[in-house]
Every structure is written in structure tokens, then in C-alpha cells.
């Protein structure tokens, strides 16, 4: 049988323990859940697409159906290239809804036949966004509940002024 697969698209400056949950949802789903970074070239995020990637390899590292790859140009153009029919994404609430079934249905403009499933967030994971993160990193406030250990590890490597306390501190 031919194996099902899914892309699950975004920014991921940086992941966040709500993407993690999604990624666990999609792969008990798809046989295959391609995670992409998806970039605008043109515009710099707080992380490097280097670093998110990595830090998503290693948040991946016990999920074996997901794999991680950065894309710098159109979701449509990733999923022909991939032969992908199905993309996932996360609604955290009524709000995400307008600008998610946006983009859905342009990326299924662009490359018709493609789908957009919604994946309700788990309410534990409903308040976290990426954005929230590199503000709350900003100040200095303690990270560890919204973000994977990896994050923190890398925030300790290439921020060392945001230091972020871990279990060996
Ligand atoms: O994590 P985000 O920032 O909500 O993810 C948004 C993302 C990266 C999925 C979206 O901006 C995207 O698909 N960018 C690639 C460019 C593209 O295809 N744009 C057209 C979709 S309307």
C-alpha cells in the first residue's frame, strides 16, 4: 500500500510545544509527516532557518515518521515538488480559523487537488505561539513550559545573555 503523507508547514521561530503536539497528532495519522520551514528569504526571524531546523531534528528525534526540511519559496511549489496532496495545520481557536481557511484555499488554487486538514489544539497548548515565545524570551521569563528542551538548549548556546535555566542549573 502506498504510504500516506502529510507537510506540516511553518515559521517555527521556534517551535513551541504546541507544534510538538500537532507533529505527535499528524504522525499517528500519515506514515509520513514532512515538518517545513517554510522562509521568506527576504525576511530574518530571530532564529536562523539553521537553527530551527536543528532544533526540530532534535525535538523530532522520537518521532520516526517526522522528517524536517527548510523551503524557501511557495507551499504549493514544495507539495507539487514532494508530490504531497495533504498539508495539516493547527487551529488554536476561532480566531486562527479566517486566515488559515485563507491560505487553504489559495494553496488549493495553486496546486488544485491539494488539502488543508485543521488540527484543533489540545486546550493546553491553545495560548502558545512562537511570537509569544520571542517575547517572553525578550524579557527573560522562563520558557521551559512552552517550548522543547532543544529550544532552550540553543537560546543557551547563541543568546547567552537570555541564559534559560535547565534541570543541571
Ligand atoms: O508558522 P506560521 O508563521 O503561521 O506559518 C505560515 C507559513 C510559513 C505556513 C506560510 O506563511 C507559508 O506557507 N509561507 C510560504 C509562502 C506561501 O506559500 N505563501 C502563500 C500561502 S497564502
Redesign the pocket.
Known amino acids: 500500500m502506498k504510504e500516506s503523507v502529510c507537510l506540516y508547514?511553518?515559521?517555527?521561530?521556534p517551535v513551541t510545544l504546541g507544534h510538538m503536539d500537532v507533529i505527535r497528532r499528524a504522525a499517528k495519522i500519515f506514515d509520513r509527516v514532512v515538518v517545513?520551514v517554510?522562509?521568506?528569504p527576504e525576511k530574518q526571524g530571530l532564529f536562523s532557518v539553521e537553527q530551527r531546523v536543528k532544533m526540530l531534528r532534535e525535538a523530532c528525534k522520537t518521532i520516526p515518521q517526522a522528517e524536517v526540511i527548510a523551503?524557501g519559496?511557495?507551499?504549493?511549489?514544495?507539495t507539487k515538488e514532494q508530490g504531497i496532496t495533504v498539508v495539516i495545520?493547527g487551529l488554536r481557536g476561532v480566531s486562527d480559523l479566517e486566515s488559515e481557511t485563507?491560505?487553504a484555499r489559495?494553496?488549493g488554487q495553486?496546486n488544485p487537488g491539494l488539502e488543508t486538514l485543521f488540527l484543533p489544539a489540545d486546550p493546553a497548548f491553545r495560548e502558545i505561539s512562537?511570537s509569544m515565545v520571542r517575547q517572553l524570551l525578550a524579557f527573560g521569563a522562563d520558557l521551559a513550559p512552552y517550548v522543547p528542551r532543544a529550544v532552550i538548549k540553543e537560546i543557551n548556546k547563541s543568546f547567552p545573555n537570555k541564559h534559560q535555566k535547565t534541570r543541571e542549573d
Open positions: 508547514p511553518g515559521s517555527f521561530d517545513g517554510l522562509h521568506n523551503y519559496g511557495l507551499l504549493a511549489q514544495l495545520r485563507a491560505m489559495i494553496n495553486l512562537a
